[in-house]
């Protein structure tokens, strides 16, 4: 059975970094991308790029650039989603989601994260 | 505001048939057949119901299915349940940025 499971809450300071982890179960780590995706209170779901667990490759959009870095670590079948400078609108539930097998790896997520909310306050 | 255009609720009664419509451009759904659609119940974590236009992930019922004509995708369910009263988005790969864009959600209620 797949599951994927984010680690807990944070609560940070305007200009600081959160890193939250996405942990792999019941399927092989490295066959799908993760994609990472938030939803600030009130908007609607935003991506935020994806990464291949096999090659460790990575794509972006243009208004996380510099600021996102997404990473695994094949050891435990976990991703990573780093965000730095973070500011108040970057206040949101971030989740992370499989790609589904046979699919175009852009869309199509078959099972996600349960949500790890990120609250950024002064 | 979503980059692609769904109705923000639809209804329908037990056993009845209902389409929720996801219209964009040809930048996205126009012009690529990566279109997806979700279920989520409140409170729940998404579940995928349709990918790449009409496939449908196993274990998924065929009462689900997915369409496209020109810039709008369709999500039709048939032979409506209780247990289809949930939230519906759409995921669709787009040649702008982000590559990746989403629906507003519609909420299906059952009569």
């Known amino acids: 059975q797949v599951h994927l499971v984010q680690s807990g809450a944070e609560v940070k300071k305007p200009g600081a970094s959160v890193k939250v982890s996405c942990k792999a179960s019941?399927?092989?780590?490295?066959?799908?991308?993760v994609h990472w995706v938030r939803r600030a209170p009130g908007q609607g779901l935003e991506w935020m790029g994806r990464i291949n667990p096999n090659s460790g490759s990575t794509n972006y959009p243009q208004k996380f650039q510099g600021r996102v870095t997404m990473t695994r670590d094949m050891t435990t079948s976990t991703a990573y989603m780093e965000l730095s400078g973070l500011r108040s609108d970057d206040t949101a539930i971030y989740y992370c989601a499989r790609a589904v097998p046979g699919g175009s790896t852009w869309t199509g997520f078959d099972f996600w994260g349960q949500g790890t909310l990120v609250t950024v306050s002064s | 505001q979503s980059d692609l255009t769904q109705p923000a609720s639809v209804s329908g009664s037990p056993g009845q048939s209902i389409t929720i419509s996801c219209t964009g451009n040809s930048s996205d759904i126009g012009g690529y057949n990566y279109v997806s659609w979700n279920q989520q119940h409140p409170g729940k974590a998404p579940t995928l119901l349709i990918y790449d236009i009409a496939n449908r992930p196993s274990g998924v019922s065929t009462r689900f299915s997915g369409s496209k004509s020109g810039n709008t995708a369709s999500l039709t369910i048939s032979g409506l349940q209780a247990e289809d009263e949930a939230d519906y988005f759409c995921?669709?790969?787009?040649?702008?940025?982000?590559?990746?864009?989403f629906g507003g959600g519609t909420r299906l209620t059952v009569l």
């Open positions: 995921t669709s790969y787009t040649s702008r940025s982000p590559v990746v864009v």
């Open positions: 019941g399927y092989t780590f490295s066959a799908n991308y």
